[in-house]
């Protein structure tokens, strides 16, 4: 097939130079939403005259039947054009002659590829949006069940001071909270129509490009045509979205790696979200996990990569712009697949809450509560510090810990111990009296969960799910 461009040259494209400039290869996914673009023009066009009904008529559903032709598999994606925009394009005049040469009428594939990216983008932000939700249930839904599983809290991989499952997991849901935050953000700002901004100076054709953006569900149109189609911020942001989602997926990922490794067995990972080892029978790897951790990687990479293509890009548009699209499209199903198989993992991961509770019973969590103990009964809290430094040190030595030792014993290091400090540093008091708000506390917590819920039901529906014409 001849290309869109054809008339101002005299010579044809080395077969090299078309390979290298084509897109058509990855940017056929953006089938649907150029469709979609070219409904919506179309329509637009015959509503200001431009084209008359017959036309459009005739355009539409040729465009439909292209899109139909296309889903069933009766009309294949032919890789001898150059991109996506010239496919559809050079079928429709295939299939109805004159009218269809006129659907690109004060549009240029400038502004035609901004407008299908963001459309494209729009729908993955959506989707990436409805992931989280589905993982902030799940996470919300264990910490509801395990208010009571203990478990040590660590600093600096040591263990600190002892927590609950409901308060861990609470962590990660205020981070893909976050996220999620972050998206609707994203979402308000880029959902603008680029559509109009012709090559990159508008058009002289009398467009009305608040009916093309009402059409394609937009907020409104963009305000500066060269900007229109030299603007891949939203992209940008986008996948900085991606990458700090996978950044926590990625902590996520190590910690239950750590959890059902032998040393700790904290958790078990079902069968079927775990593999084995080919030469070492007892092994059961939390590969899942560390690909989750891998692949963070990649959508960093995405990120950098697009970052630096347009670093130094004149205004407006720019060949180099098409490197977009492979990155980022990579970057958007890793990080789909990563929220997928990420919640099936930890839906099905069993607990071992009474290996989680020794854990925290085990080496001396409980020794800022002792020192808060002494505080209590008078001692100023450098001094307590002190004395329980000694104290640790004495049960080192012993190989016991603070709450195995008798009262006699604790007296000989300071004469202020009581009975009473047996409850005073058990692990149920050291959790339960902790009630700040964002605390491992009970009550604490079951505020947190309230916040979560409330959130999960108020929180706003992104995209109408389906789109006109
Ligand atoms: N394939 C191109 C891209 O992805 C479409 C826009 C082409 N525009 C142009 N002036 N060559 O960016």
């Given at each position: 097939?001849?290309?869109?461009?054809?008339?101002?040259?005299?010579?044809?494209t080395?077969?090299?130079?078309?390979?290298?400039?084509?897109?058509l290869?990855?940017?056929?996914?953006?089938?649907p939403?150029?469709?979609?673009?070219s409904?919506?023009?179309?329509?637009m066009?015959?509503?200001?005259?431009?084209?008359t009904?017959?036309?459009?008529?005739?355009?539409c559903?040729g465009?439909?039947?292209?899109?139909e032709d296309?889903?069933?598999g009766?009309?294949?994606?032919?890789?001898?054009q150059?991109?996506?925009?010239?496919?559809?394009?050079?079928?429709?005049?295939?299939r109805?002659?004159?009218?269809?040469?006129k659907l690109?009428?004060?549009?240029?594939?400038?502004?035609?590829v901004?407008?299908d990216?963001?459309?494209?983008?729009?729908e993955?932000?959506e989707?990436?949006?409805?992931?989280?939700?589905?993982?902030?249930?799940?996470?919300?839904h264990?910490?509801?069940e395990?208010?009571?599983?203990?478990?040590?809290?660590?600093?600096?991989l040591?263990?600190?001071?002892p927590?609950?499952l409901?308060h861990?997991?609470?962590?990660?849901f205020e981070?893909f909270r976050?996220?999620r935050?972050?998206?609707?953000?994203?979402?308000?700002?880029m959902?603008?129509?680029?559509?109009?901004?012709g090559a990159?100076a508008?058009?002289?054709?009398?467009?009305?490009?608040e009916?093309?953006?009402r059409l394609?569900?937009?907020?409104?149109?963009?305000r500066?045509?060269?900007?229109?189609?030299a603007?891949?911020?939203?992209?940008?942001?986008?996948?900085?979205?991606?990458?700090?989602i996978?950044?926590?997926l990625?902590?996520?990922?190590?910690?239950i790696?750590?959890w059902?490794?032998?040393?700790?067995?904290?958790?078990?990972?079902?069968d079927?979200?775990?593999?084995?080892?080919s030469?070492?029978?007892?092994?059961?790897?939390?590969d899942?996990?560390?690909?989750?951790?891998g692949?963070?990687?990649r959508?960093?990479?995405?990120?950098?990569s697009?970052l630096?293509?347009?670093?130094g890009?004149?205004?407006?548009?720019?060949?180099?712009?098409q490197?977009?699209?492979?990155?980022a499209?990579?970057?958007?199903d890793?990080?789909?697949?990563?929220?997928?198989?990420f919640?099936g993992?930890?839906?099905?991961m069993?607990?071992?809450?009474?290996r989680?509770?020794d854990s925290a019973?085990?080496?001396?969590?409980?020794?800022?509560?002792a020192?808060?103990?002494l505080?209590g009964?008078?001692?100023?809290f450098?001094?307590?510090?002190?004395?329980i430094?000694r104290?640790?040190?004495?049960c080192?030595?012993?190989n016991?810990s603070?709450e195995?030792l008798?009262?006699?014993?604790l007296k000989?290091?300071?004469d202020k111990?009581?009975?009473?400090?047996?409850?005073?540093?058990?692990l149920?008091?050291?959790?339960?009296k902790?009630?700040t708000a964002?605390?491992?506390?009970r009550k604490a917590?079951?505020e947190?969960?309230?916040?979560?819920?409330e959130y999960l039901?108020?929180?706003e529906?992104?995209?109408r799910?389906e789109?006109?014409p």
């Amino acid at each position: 097939m001849a290309q869109l461009w054809g008339g101002r040259f005299t010579k044809a494209t080395d077969k090299k130079v078309f390979a290298f400039n084509a897109s058509l290869r990855f940017d056929q996914r953006l089938f649907p939403q150029d469709i979609q673009g070219s409904l919506a023009h179309a329509a637009m066009l015959a509503k200001q005259g431009i084209l008359t009904e017959e036309e459009k008529e005739k355009i539409c559903k040729g465009l439909e039947s292209i899109r139909e032709d296309v889903f069933a598999g009766k009309l294949s994606i032919d890789m001898a054009q150059e991109d996506v925009h010239s496919f559809v394009e050079a079928v429709l005049i295939d299939r109805i002659g004159e009218a269809g040469k006129k659907l690109h009428t004060g549009r240029s594939r400038n502004d035609q590829v901004a407008l299908d990216m963001r459309l494209y983008t729009r729908e993955r932000v959506e989707e990436i949006y409805d992931l989280l939700k589905e993982l902030l249930e799940t996470l919300l839904h264990t910490m509801e069940e395990n208010l009571d599983t203990y478990m040590p809290g660590f600093t600096h991989l040591q263990k600190a001071q002892p927590v609950t499952l409901a308060h861990h997991y609470g962590a990660y849901f205020e981070m893909f909270r976050r996220d999620r935050e972050q998206l609707t953000d994203i979402y308000h700002r880029m959902n603008l129509c680029p559509l109009g901004a012709g090559a990159l100076a508008g058009t002289t054709y009398p467009l009305d490009r608040e009916y093309v953006a009402r059409l394609l569900h937009f907020d409104g149109v963009t305000r500066n045509s060269m900007d229109s189609v030299a603007d891949r911020d939203y992209l940008i942001e986008f996948l900085a979205a991606l990458s700090v989602i996978m950044m926590h997926l990625s902590r996520f990922s190590e910690e239950i790696i750590l959890w059902n490794s032998n040393e700790y067995q904290f958790v078990e990972l079902d069968d079927a979200y775990s593999t084995g080892s080919s030469i070492m029978p007892q092994k059961k790897n939390p590969d899942i996990a560390e690909l989750v951790r891998g692949k963070t990687g990649r959508v960093y990479g995405a990120l950098m990569s697009l970052l630096t293509t347009m670093k130094g890009l004149p205004l407006a548009y720019n060949k180099d712009m098409q490197e977009d699209k492979e990155v980022a499209f990579d970057a958007m199903d890793t990080v789909a697949d990563c929220l997928n198989l990420f919640d099936g993992m930890l839906r099905t991961m069993k607990f071992r809450k009474e290996r989680m509770a020794d854990s925290a019973r085990n080496g001396f969590t409980n020794a800022t509560d002792a020192a808060d103990y002494l505080v209590g009964k008078g001692v100023p809290f450098r001094d307590a510090h002190g004395i329980i430094g000694r104290l640790v040190l004495y049960c080192i030595e012993k190989n016991t810990s603070i709450e195995a030792l008798s009262l006699e014993e604790l007296k000989g290091i300071c004469d202020k111990f009581e009975e009473d400090v047996y409850e005073a540093v058990s692990l149920k008091t050291c959790v339960e009296k902790r009630l700040t708000a964002g605390a491992p506390g009970r009550k604490a917590q079951e505020e947190a969960i309230r916040q979560g819920r409330e959130y999960l039901a108020g929180s706003e529906v992104l995209g109408r799910k389906e789109c006109a014409p």
